[in-house]
């Protein structure tokens, strides 16, 4: 039981307020403490783990030893309550509100179009005012730095550096200058209809109307605070909660007390390695000590020798005196430091730097820790103490694998750690390779360190210790010492790597798989220490004797690339579009860059998502309970033990549900067999979410596993296991052009699959009214219909008894299109069996693991072509993988066949696709719909051609791409011109051929780093191919006072649609948008409504709201005509007076989709968009990292209905394409376990990977006379244009290879991660790694596509 009674008084202030708390929970963290005790929802869950920055808070503290105010960012789901104790803690309410004043950092962002879904916005409004509070001047380093650890699943990162760059006292942007072109933005021969100038517009937002920053205005520190510091309380502080207490003592002597008293307990310090493993791993401590108050912990000392910095320095800290220090000595003494200096820029995000110590780092021993390996090498030693004294003992080795005689005792602690300086001669280096360059987690690293006898080459002192390769970090201490006294050379080298091999052996079945990559890695980090120091010892050669320097090996110019790193940059890059008709009215929104309707409201927290709503009377949660087995039968299901619990008040099962249980095969319980891990089996429900969460822990469940189980595509096939019969398109004779082709090739292709990452997990409240069997669902969907119609056949109820509301989704991408009605139906099911209201909010392991994704894809393929690269046959079969249950897998395989053929006319043609039942999560929609994987293989095969035939691939391209009018594999008329305007557009924006010969050149000067290029080009088909879904409707009232309310069957996603729909409100109404409002979308004002999916939602919808005014408009014609001085208001007056009504539905009944799969022709699409991307990369052909050095897109947007919304579709669809194509890696164990359940395992790109420049252009004076305004529909296109990045780091690889001499022909598999890039990149060292044979291990992972 809690013992308030006993605990002590929590004091902080949150936002200028003090917080009083004697009833506080230890295990608690601030994120809940916000949201649920202070109702401020503006911080946002997103992962639990410090990884995406959605929680963004500032915190305030005194610091005891500069005695000044430190303001730093932290994770709000990592921080304890307890921890807060004299801290002021800001939040974005505190920073401004639309009802109050703005900040500048809130109306920058939001007017900049930073914000799309608005789900991470507060996040990154806090860590940019936090690095204003500090520097208000930033420079664009800080700026990016301070942003690396927020991620942004929408936007794609541009817009919301630009938002920050305006307060940096540098800018580089061209556009800046006041020129409005950047020079940048055309390609040399600038003869581009882009050249108008008066057509053209490249600017999204007015800086000149932002208000400036005055950091005289912001919240004070609170007086209190500072009195309580400079007074600090002595006294132990003790908190206690129902299972843990929490103990805060003042002085160092009682904090090694209490370690004698608690050995046990840990040390709370930032919590970033002991929260993640008491939430993941379920550790559990009943007693945690913080020594926050104990200032001896932060002490820092500067010796003669070294630098003793306190074990409670935060890693941000560290930072900083390392930079002081290397500033303030001589280079040669601060070899260490510069290497720490390193891994710290790209560990993790500024927020767990700004909470990690460096202590808690030391000790946790983490097996990837990115200091530990330098530390060790350096001879660092750590300063211990407890009550009876203090020693130091040695960082090495022993220490790193936790042998007992070289650890801490249980009563000491880590008071400091001591870095000794360099010496002359001395070179240490530090090494990481992870899945991107920043904010994650390595998957090997490195430190090295040489001391070679003065004057000469020969080894005095060597150690090197690798992280990422065992389960703590490992030291090669046996491989150094064989190596003293040798030369530092060639056979060193060699001899090096085969000691290092043996000495780090890893087995084929290590956790974290990537074994033969890490194997590589191993032993080129030592290539590039080993040139790196034939560097330094170059410029060291005056001090060598003659004898020494003539047989000293030397770095060939060739080879220098090896050394560097690719630095971290601030991305540039122009938008561009067409302005509207000079004569269009002002008033007429149409076509301007307006900004999203809830920009603002994202900006300051106020935007309310589905877990915003607050607690409603006797609420309950639920939580969800899931299969551990791919594929077994249910024996029993024991739910007592969970039931025994307190706050517990009950277990939903099969046996709940009312009405009908999912669908055969697709249950939403499972009751008598399990065909997946993540299957759910039932839900309990309790008082609190975290009682909810803890009883799943007590359900048992006892399985009888059954065969088969089936996770690969290759078993599949062998199994004849698919969900659906194949789908097959076929044009000409493809057989007998085989017989004619000069050559033909026949590749495969693996694509992976994508998790949605949405920032804002699956989430639903279900409140049951008292009467008539009515629930009230509030839902993140983007499809309210489709959770309707599910819990009425759940329930047994009728449709018209449920009313759905969506207020805005925090992003979907697909993902929730289908799914949440499985939430919703299940979370009904418990609010009718308890009575209570029931919130349901999945915490992001459980929403990946459960959700399914992306379909991963494999391609087979024949190609015949002349030897001239012109392409006469094509057979594509295609395999992706569905998961265990149907889904949308038929859907995807349909679209994946119907868009394979891209640009390209070939006339003879062979299409097939089936959808593979395997026994894992289903897979389900997901922007692009097939599209990014199938077109892939499609665009793989021309790269396959190309090399044959020993032309760039951009040559096959061209002479492949329709030409003329002409008509698809399945009949469709359609006519390229646009398509070719964009390819040539592109082609010259971005310099293409000049800049190919650029690449060339660097790729013959460097071996170690390559450069690569490519174009793409993409023939996109919107809409759905079914007839049904091509429908909409809107509901339009004006009420008496003029103001106008819009209601219609799309979704707000964040892809602005309610903006879009205003827009054409206001356009059609004359009136201005202010006077419009959207509250929400309500399956009680516009019944059956389609999905908001397929890149039509503001078509169809726009077109409904278009009606919807139109029909009001006519009513309103006669007063119009006969008082045409009247105002609006006046009109509306009048027309209530005449008994007109001011209420309209508007329908739209779209397009007539059709397709015959018999015959293999239809009319299935109602228009399509082109665009093309050219993208050049650079690789590390050491490492496998990339850079993306230029990215220029040109879509064909027709008549934006806003550009700025336009843009940040291309934009942010062409980074999450990206994503898929380079980082984002889905990991299954062999028991089809999802191992990548979190930002720390699975990769979206961050800041850092947008393209250094990146051009986004909307390709003028194109029409489309099916839509509204000649708009077209942009939301998942540029996904697939995202491949360009993926086309240029295999041209890097194929040059790598060319040079080499190995087979160009190389398998294609996407993610291009670096580990495939690097494997790819064969050379000397891919060779020396000992290789398992596949028979003689179980692999950590297994690949499903
Ligand atoms: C999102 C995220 C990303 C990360 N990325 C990286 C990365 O890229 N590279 C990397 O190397 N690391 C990374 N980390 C790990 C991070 O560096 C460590 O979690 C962190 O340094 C631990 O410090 P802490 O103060 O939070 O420790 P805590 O979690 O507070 O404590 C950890 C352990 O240290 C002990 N401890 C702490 N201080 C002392 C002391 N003075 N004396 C004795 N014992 C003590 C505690 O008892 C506890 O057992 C990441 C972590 C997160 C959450
Ligand atoms: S970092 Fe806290 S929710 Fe993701
Ligand atoms: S706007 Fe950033 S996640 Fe949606």
Redesign the pocket.
């Known amino acids: 039981m809690r013992c308030a009674s006993r605990s002590d008084e929590l004091v902080f202030f949150v936002n200028g307020r003090k917080v009083m708390e004697r009833n506080v929970d230890p295990e608690g963290t601030l994120l809940t403490f916000l949201r649920k005790n202070l109702r401020l929802t503006g911080t946002k869950y997103a992962c639990g783990?410090?990884?995406c920055g959605a929680c963004t808070v500032m915190v305030s503290k005194h610091d005891p030893v500069s005695r000044k105010i430190r303001h730093f960012s932290v994770?709000a789901c990592?921080v304890p309550i307890c921890s807060l104790y004299g801290a002021a803690v800001t939040t974005v309410e505190g920073v401004g509100s639309i009802k109050t004043r703005l900040h500048p950092v809130q109306e920058r962002i939001a007017k900049s179009h930073g914000t799309q879904c608005g789900f991470c916005t507060p996040g990154m409004v806090m860590s940019m005012y936090t690095l204003l509070r500090n520097h208000p001047q930033p420079s664009e380093e800080q700026l990016t730095e301070a942003l690396g650890?927020n991620l942004c699943r929408c936007t794609g990162y541009r817009p919301i550096l630009e938002s920050g760059r305006t307060f940096c006292m540098e800018s580089n942007s061209c556009q800046q200058k006041g020129t409005g072109k950047c020079c940048l933005d055309w390609g040399e021969n600038d003869s581009s209809p882009l050249g108008k100038k008066n057509e053209i517009c490249t600017k999204l937002f007015a800086k000149e109307e932002f208000q400036s920053l005055d950091p005289t205005q912001e919240l004070i520190f609170p007086p209190e605070l500072l009195r309580m510091a400079e007074n600090p309380e002595k006294r132990t502080l003790t908190f206690y909660g129902e299972r843990v207490t929490w103990i805060s003592p003042g002085t160092l002597k009682d904090l090694l007390e209490l370690k004698v008293k608690h050995p046990e307990?840990?040390?709370?310090?930032?919590?970033?390695?002991?929260?993640?493993?008491m939430k993941s791993q379920r550790q559990f401590h009943p007693v945690l000590?913080s020594?926050a108050r104990i200032s001896e912990?932060s002490m820092v000392t500067k010796t003669s020798d070294g630098l003793t910095i306190g074990?409670?320095c935060?890693?941000a800290q560290t930072q900083d005196i390392l930079a002081e220090r290397i500033a303030e000595l001589p280079e040669e003494k601060t070899q260490t430091y510069r290497a720490l200096l390193k891994?710290l820029r790209?560990?993790?995000?500024q927020q767990?730097r700004n909470?990690?110590?460096?202590?808690?780092?030391?000790?946790?021993r983490?097996c990837?820790?990115?200091?530990?390996p330098v530390l060790a090498v350096s001879n660092a030693t750590l300063n211990l103490i407890s009550a009876e004294g203090t020693r130091q003992i040695p960082l090495n080795e022993h220490f790193l694998a936790g042998l007992a005689s070289a650890d801490?005792k249980p009563e000491?602690?880590?008071?400091s750690v001591h870095i000794p300086h360099s010496q002359k001669w001395e070179f240490v280096s530090a090494f990481r390779q992870?899945q991107c360059q920043q904010?994650?987690?390595?998957h090997v690293?490195a430190g090295m360190r040489v001391l070679l006898k003065e004057g000469t080459d020969s080894i005095e002192d060597l150690s090197i210790a690798y992280?990422g390769v065992g389960a703590a970090t490992i030291s090669a201490h046996r491989s150094c010492q064989q190596l003293l006294g040798r030369r530092w050379n060639e056979l060193m080298l060699d001899e090096a790597c085969r000691l290092l091999l043996d000495e780090v052996s890893l087995p084929g079945s290590a956790p974290g798989g990537r074994v033969e990559f890490k194997r590589t890695l191993v032993v080129s980090f030592l290539f590039k220490f080993y040139l790196e120091v034939l560097q330094e010892l170059k410029k060291l050669v005056k001090l060598f004797s003659v004898a020494d320097s003539r047989h000293r090996s030397e770095v060939s110019d060739q080879f220098l690339s090896a050394l560097e790193d690719f630095p971290v940059t601030i991305p540039q890059g122009v938008q561009t579009y067409q302005n509207v008709d000079p004569h269009q009215p002002l008033q007429d929104p149409v076509g301007r860059p307006i900004m999203h309707l809830s920009a603002l409201k994202h900006a300051t927290g106020e935007a309310m998502f589905c877990d915003d709503i607050p607690v409603v009377d006797k609420e309950l949660f639920m939580a969800l309970v899931t299969s551990s087995r791919a594929h077994a039968k249910i024996i029993s299901i024991d739910v007592s033990k969970a039931l025994e619990l307190p706050e517990v008040v009950d277990v939903i099962t099969a046996e709940d549900i009312p009405g009908t249980n999912g669908a055969e095969g697709d249950k939403l319980l499972a009751a008598e067999e399990v065909t997946c891990v993540g299957q759910i089996i039932c839900a309990v429900v309790a008082e609190t979410d975290v009682q909810a969460k803890r009883a799943t822990e007590k359900i048992e469940i006892t399985y009888k596993d059954l065969e088969p189980v089936i996770f690969t595509i290759k078993d599949a096939i062998k199994h004849n296991s698919f969900l659906c019969p194949e789908k097959k398109l076929e044009q000409g004779n493809v057989e007998e052009a085989f017989e004619k082709v000069d050559q033909t090739i026949e590749g495969e292709v693996h694509v992976g699959g994508q998790e949605h990452f949405y920032m804002e997990t699956q989430r639903v409240l279900v409140i049951p009214k008292t009467e008539d069997k009515e629930l009230d669902i509030y839902v993140s969907t983007q499809d309210p219909a489709h959770v309707q119609k599910t819990v009425s056949s759940t329930l047994n109820i009728p449709i018209n008894r449920i009313t759905c509301h969506v207020k805005r989704v925090g992003g979907g991408f697909g993902g929730k299109v289908g799914k949440p009605a499985v939430f919703g139906a299940i979370a009904a099911v418990g609010a009718i069996k308890t009575g209570h209201p029931i919130r349901l909010v999945l915490d992001r392991e459980d929403d990946m693991l459960i959700t399914g994704g992306r379909h991963p894809l494999f391609g087979k393929y024949k190609v015949g072509f002349t030897n001239n690269g012109r392409i006469k046959a094509l057979d594509i079969e295609c395999y992706i993988n569905g998961g265990c249950t149907l889904d949308d897998s038929e859907l995807v395989t349909e679209f994946l066949i119907l868009k394979l053929e891209n640009a390209y006319k070939i006339r003879n043609l062979r299409f097939r696709g089936r959808a593979c039942m395997t026994n894992l999560p289903s897979n389900t929609a997901f922007r692009g719909f097939g599209f990014p994987q199938g077109a892939l293989v499609t665009e793989s095969c021309i790269t396959a051609v190309a090399a044959k035939c020993g032309l760039p691939p951009e040559k096959i391209r061209e002479k492949n791409m329709y030409k003329t009018v002409d008509k698809t594999i399945y009949k469709q008329a359609f006519n390229p011109e646009t398509l070719i305007r964009c390819w040539n557009e592109c082609l010259d924006k971005s310099s293409f051929h000049s800049r190919r010969m650029q690449v060339e050149e660097f790729n013959k000067k460097n071996y170690w780093k390559k450069k690569g290029i490519a174009i793409i080009p993409m023939k996109f088909s919107v809409g759905f191919a079914a007839t049904s879904y091509h429908q909409a409707a809107a509901l339009v009232h004006i009420y008496t006072d003029g103001s106008v309310l819009v209601t219609h069957g799309g979704n707000e996603l964040g892809q602005g649609i309610h903006t879009k729909m205003l827009q054409v409100a206001s356009r059609e109404l004359k009136i201005p948008m202010s006077c419009i409002h959207i509250s929400e979308t309500s399956t009680a004002t516009v019944p059956n409504t389609i999905a908001t999916a397929a890149s039509v939602g503001a078509d169809v919808n726009g077109r409904a709201v278009q009606n919807a005014c139109q029909i009001l408009l006519k009513r309103l014609e006669p007063i119009i005509k006969k008082h045409p001085e009247g105002t609006w208001e006046n009109w509306i007056e009048a027309a209530f007076e005449q008994r007109i009504s001011l209420s309209a539905t508007g329908y739209f009944r779209g397009y007539k989709a059709f397709m015959d799969w018999e015959k293999g022709v239809g009319d299935p699409f109602p228009y399509y968009v082109y665009g093309a991307a050219c993208s050049e990369v650079e690789i590390d052909c050491l490492t496998g990292a990339h850079k993306k050095i230029r990215t220029d897109i040109i879509m064909d947007a027709c008549c934006s209905l806003n550009p700025a919304i336009d843009i940040g579709q291309i934009e942010g669809s062409f980074i999450q394409g990206m994503g898929l194509y380079t980082t984002e890696e889905l990991k299954y164990s062999p028991e089809g376990i999802l191992y990548s359940r979190s930002?720390?395992e699975y990769k979206i790109p961050t800041i850092t990977d947008v393209p250094e420049e990146f051009n986004v252009s909307l390709l003028p004076s194109s029409q489309t006379p099916l839509t509204i305004y000649s708009s077209k529909g942009l939301g998942e296109s540029g996904m697939f244009l995202g491949s360009s990045v993926f086309f240029a780091i295999a041209d890097a690889v194929a040059t790598v290879r060319r040079e080499r001499d190995i087979a160009e022909d190389f398998m294609v598999q996407s993610p291009a991660t670096p580990e495939r890039v690097r494997m790819a990149c064969a050379d000397r060292f891919t060779k020396m790694i000992p290789r398992d044979d596949p028979e003689t291990f179980k692999p950590w992972s297994i690949p499903i596509a």
Do not use: K, Y
């Not at 990837?368 to 530990?372: A, E, I, K, P, T």
């Open positions: 783990r410090g990884g994770t990592l650890g307990a840990p040390l709370v310090v930032g919590n970033t390695s002991l929260g993640p493993a000590l020594p912990l074990a409670g935060s890693l891994h790209s560990l993790a995000g767990i909470m990690a110590s460096l202590g808690g780092h030391v000790i946790s983490h990837c820790s990115d200091l530990n801490l000491e602690i880590l008071e992870a904010n994650a987690l390595p690293n992280g930002p720390d």
